[in-house]
């Protein structure tokens, strides 16, 4: 065990129902006025959205909306929700949607305080000093960001995908209703759970080796990760799948797996970041490219974890047999594996590449991902 602070302020209301009780509970807190962010229509269509405006308006919060958060998100857009968040004098934020749609709220709550440029916080040239309280009912299981400290937003200006973290960022309060989540579609469901494996494996491969709680946390996830997406796809409204989906999720990136395991990089994210900065694919989707390429360039480095994953996970006795079943079971779920999957071709790797290591240079991990490795990596792909 590797010493370690473990921090997590986020409270959770789980269960059926619960996107009822955000009005009480940010009246509790004292909220008057909050910005509701949403994303392109999914929120309204469900009805999910017309609930949380009726319980604000029954617990007196007035709400002053912003939607059409696109996924990806993007800068402009954040900062037309951070001019109306100012003009409205809103003393909260509230997100109803995806890892999209509340990763924009992450950025908004912390961009009202910021003087200057706001994309400084994300290409670590300045630090978030405040936020206001971030509230979030989640509609699908993905990216964690419903309980982690992290904010991705994408600058259509440079074509970067970069991440701000802060301890400012964590949500206050999380409403997860798996209920929430039975329109999610097929690939939707698919992407979360590449994204949720990503998550947890990016460490499980790159840290030193022998910690074993922590080996087994993230076994216990891709394992409930697996078994529910398959119920999930095959019954969009079974409410246990959809349930174990969405809390294996928030777990995978909220700060419990690695906690203790030593310091660890987060390669894959590197670049499909690149990649859905550059051509606006589902981050998943990416992820599910990205990840068997990877591992097979580092089944070579670190043979001992990747028959250990092999053996846990599969049954299966070598690396390149675990790294094999995993792709399958992308391809079974309906994920790409393959860059011709997601409509880039060969010829862009190099530019991806050179993107890639820009980001890799910022996460401190440059001298290991040039953006000749990088290319030696997804030519795998
Ligand atoms: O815009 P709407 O209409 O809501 O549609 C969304 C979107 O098209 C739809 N959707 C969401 N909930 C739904 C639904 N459709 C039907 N029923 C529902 N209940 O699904 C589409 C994808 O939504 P999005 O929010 O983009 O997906 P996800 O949650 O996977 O978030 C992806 C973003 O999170 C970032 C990714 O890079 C990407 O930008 N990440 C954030 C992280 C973090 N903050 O810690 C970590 C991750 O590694 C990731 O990078
Ligand atoms: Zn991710």
């Given at each position: 065990?590797?010493?370690?602070?473990?921090?997590?302020?986020?409270?959770?209301l789980?269960?059926?129902?619960r996107e009822n009780e955000t009005g009480g509970e940010l009246a509790a807190d004292g909220v008057k006025r909050a910005l509701l962010v949403s994303?392109?229509?999914?929120?309204?269509?469900?009805?999910v959205l017309g609930r949380v405006r009726g319980s604000l308006a029954a617990a007196g919060v007035d709400a002053v909306e912003h939607?059409?958060?696109?996924?990806?998100?993007?800068?402009?857009?954040?900062?037309?929700?951070?001019?109306l968040a100012?003009?409205a004098g809103v003393d909260a934020v509230l997100a109803v949607?995806?890892?999209?749609?509340?990763?924009?709220a992450?950025?908004?709550a912390?961009?009202?305080?910021?003087?200057?440029?706001?994309?400084?916080?994300?290409?670590?040239?300045?630090?978030?000093?405040?936020?206001l309280p971030v509230y979030t009912v989640?509609?699908?299981?993905?990216?964690?960001?419903?309980?982690?400290?992290?904010?991705?937003?994408?600058?259509?200006?440079?074509?970067?995908?970069?991440?701000?973290?802060?301890?400012?960022?964590?949500p206050r309060l999380?409403i997860?209703?798996?209920?929430?989540?039975?329109?999610?579609?097929?690939?939707?469901?698919?992407?979360?759970?590449?994204?949720?494996?990503?998550?947890?494996?990016?460490?499980?491969?790159?840290?030193?080796?022998?910690?074993?709680?922590?080996?087994?946390?993230?076994?216990?996830?891709?394992?409930?990760?697996?078994?529910?997406?398959?119920?999930?796809?095959?019954?969009?409204?079974?409410?246990?799948?959809?349930?174990?989906?969405?809390?294996?999720?928030?777990?995978?990136?909220?700060?419990?797996?690695?906690?203790?395991?030593?310091?660890?990089?987060?390669?894959?994210?590197?670049?499909?970041?690149?990649?859905?900065?550059?051509?606006?694919?589902?981050?998943?989707?990416?992820?599910?490219?990205?990840?068997?390429?990877?591992?097979?360039?580092?089944?070579?480095?670190?043979?001992?974890?990747?028959?250990?994953?092999?053996?846990?996970?599969?049954?299966?006795?070598?690396?390149?047999?675990?790294?094999?079943?995993?792709?399958?079971?992308?391809?079974?779920?309906?994920?790409?594996?393959?860059?011709?999957?997601?409509?880039?071709?060969?010829?862009?790797?190099?530019?991806?590449?050179?993107?890639?290591?820009?980001?890799?240079?910022?996460?401190?991990?440059?001298?290991?991902?040039?953006?000749?490795?990088?290319?030696?990596?997804?030519?795998?792909?």
């Amino acid at each position: 065990m590797f010493d370690f602070e473990f921090h997590n302020p986020t409270r959770i209301l789980f269960g059926r129902g619960r996107e009822n009780e955000t009005g009480g509970e940010l009246a509790a807190d004292g909220v008057k006025r909050a910005l509701l962010v949403s994303g392109r229509g999914s929120a309204e269509r469900s009805g999910v959205l017309g609930r949380v405006r009726g319980s604000l308006a029954a617990a007196g919060v007035d709400a002053v909306e912003h939607p059409g958060v696109v996924a990806n998100p993007v800068l402009p857009h954040a900062l037309e929700g951070i001019a109306l968040a100012r003009e409205a004098g809103v003393d909260a934020v509230l997100a109803v949607g995806g890892g999209s749609v509340i990763d924009e709220a992450k950025t908004i709550a912390c961009g009202i305080f910021h003087q200057g440029d706001i994309w400084d916080l994300f290409r670590g040239r300045a630090e978030v000093k405040r936020a206001l309280p971030v509230y979030t009912v989640l509609t699908l299981a993905a990216a964690g960001s419903e309980m982690n400290k992290n904010a991705v937003i994408t600058n259509p200006a440079t074509r970067q995908k970069y991440s701000v973290s802060s301890k400012h960022l964590f949500p206050r309060l999380s409403i997860l209703n798996p209920e929430l989540t039975f329109t999610v579609p097929a690939d939707h469901t698919a992407y979360g759970a590449v994204d949720a494996i990503a998550h947890v494996l990016e460490a499980y491969f790159t840290k030193k080796p022998g910690t074993r709680l922590q080996d087994r946390l993230v076994e216990a996830i891709v394992l409930t990760v697996m078994e529910n997406t398959e119920k999930a796809i095959a019954a969009p409204d079974d409410y246990g799948a959809r349930a174990a989906l969405m809390w294996a999720a928030t777990l995978a990136l909220n700060g419990l797996t690695p906690a203790g395991a030593g310091p660890y990089g987060f390669p894959n994210h590197m670049i499909e970041h690149a990649m859905s900065a550059m051509f606006d694919i589902p981050h998943g989707a990416g992820l599910a490219v990205v990840l068997p390429a990877w591992m097979r360039w580092h089944a070579e480095r670190n043979p001992e974890q990747h028959v250990r994953f092999a053996r846990k996970i599969f049954g299966r006795d070598t690396a390149e047999e675990g790294i094999a079943a995993l792709e399958e079971w992308f391809v079974r779920i309906g994920a790409p594996v393959r860059l011709a999957g997601v409509d880039i071709a060969a010829e862009r790797v190099p530019e991806i590449a050179e993107n890639a290591a820009g980001l890799a240079r910022v996460w401190g991990i440059g001298e290991e991902y040039p953006a000749a490795v990088i290319e030696e990596i997804l030519a795998r792909a």
